[in-house]
Each structure stands twice: as C-alpha cells, then as structure tokens.
C-alpha cells in the first residue's frame, strides 16, 4: 500500500471526528482521510503500516523502530504522519465496542509534537523502543497481561517518567526506572506502579529533582543513580 500522512485539514477533520464520538455520536471511523488529496499528503519515503505484525504496543515500537530509523528526523516531529498511524490502527487503540467508542483525550491520537508526545499511543510507543531499545518497554506495557494492550498509554510511569526532559534525557533514568516499577522477566508495569506515595514514580521524579543540579544523570549509570535514593526505594530495589 502507498500510506501518506494527514494534513492540516486532515488532522482537523480528525479531532472533529473525535469531538462527534466523544460526545455520544456513533460515527464510522474516517479512514477515507487517508487517502482523500484534499487530507493527506503523500511521504517524502515509502512505507507500508500494514505489513507490521504486533500484540502490545511494545512489540509495535519493535517494528516500527527499525522501519523507520533511516527516517527518524523527518518522523520524529511529523504530526500529520503520527496522526495518520493513529487513524490507520483506530480499531485497535480505540475499538469499537458495540457502536461505543471511548477514546478518552485526544492527543491519545491526533499528535501534539509540542506538549504531549508522550501521551500519543503510537509515537510513543516508536519513541519508547527507538530511544531506550528493551528498557523503554516498561513505559508500555500494562501489569495485567488480560488488559488491553493497545489502549493502555502507561499510566503514571509514563506520565511521570517520560514527561520531561530531566528524565527522557538520561538513560540511566529510564533504566532505573525499568529496575524500580517493571518485572524482570516480562518488563510489565508491577501492580502498584500507578500510586502516588512513597517510592512511587511522582516521588521518584521528586527525588531526582533534588538532585539535578548537582548530578548529571546523563553521564550516570543506573546503578549509580539508584545510590541517591532514600531507604523508602529499597524495597523496589531488592526485588527488581
């Protein structure tokens, strides 16, 4: 297949879609923007979603990471290319269950390049995997193996971790972070990762901050780092 990237009135005639359904229309999904002149745009590069085979979001930053690498810089900020994978798996990010969808925030699906990233279910799911390789994993993989695997966008892991620049520019912070709220064996989220307390990811990120002004993460080691943390992460620490 020949896929082209949605364009400004492409991405418009989407969020307008998503305004319609959550406010109680059942509409059929608008995969004619896809195609339509007037909404999309044909790629600078040939490539064809439909060939990638996925379960999780996880194994789809896996293929996506290699199909695009030689193309990353034009991808990386390219709203209206992201916006158009969002659409292209509509049915599997946000399903029609009975004529009801419930897509939750938009830029879940319409790409935000400047604010929320992190929050779109399929460049995060590249940017994950791209960035971070096996440690990026974590960020998208929910604990539960019987819950949604495509509609699930992180939760507060990914909301707390992968949402500013302190941490997303450290890889030793993304691998601590792997050692502190993910399974060794499967990289799920560990029950409990979503909390806001003690050793929690938002305390997490509080600790860090303490920190940065005086540390570089970025030439830190995770096992270093994880030295900075206070007695209440050493029971996550022990088990990872």
Not at 88 to 117: M, N, Q, T
Not at 150 to 170: D, H, L
């Amino acid at each position: 297949m020949t896929f082209r990237r949605l364009n400004d009135q492409g991405m418009e005639k989407l969020r307008e879609w998503f305004d319609g359904i959550r406010g109680g229309q059942t509409l059929t999904a608008p995969l004619h923007l896809l195609s339509d002149p007037e909404t999309s745009t044909a790629l600078t590069f040939r490539f064809d979603p439909s060939v990638l085979v996925f379960t999780n979001r996880a194994e789809l930053g896996g293929q996506l990471a290699p199909a695009l690498r030689s193309h990353r810089k034009e991808v990386l900020y390219d709203e209206g290319f992201w916006s158009a994978l969002a659409l292209f798996w509509i049915d599997l990010i946000c399903p029609d269950e009975g004529g009801v969808r419930k897509p939750g925030e938009v830029a879940r699906y319409v790409h935000d390049a400047r604010r929320k990233s992190y929050r779109h279910l399929i460049w995060a799911a590249w940017w994950a995997i791209d960035r971070y390789g096996e440690d990026g994993a974590y960020l998208l993989l929910p604990a539960s193996a019987s819950a949604n695997q495509m509609t699930f966008g992180g939760g507060e892991v990914m909301g707390q971790i992968a949402a500013n620049q302190m941490t997303t520019a450290a890889p030793s912070v993304i691998k601590l972070g792997r050692r502190l709220y993910a399974s060794r064996s499967t990289s799920r989220q560990l029950s409990g990762s979503s909390g806001k307390g003690a050793a929690s990811p938002r305390r997490f990120i509080q600790v860090l901050r303490h920190f940065e002004l005086t540390y570089d993460f970025s030439s830190m080691t995770a096992e270093n780092l994880a030295k900075l943390l206070p007695p209440e992460f050493k029971k996550r620490l022990s088990a990872a």
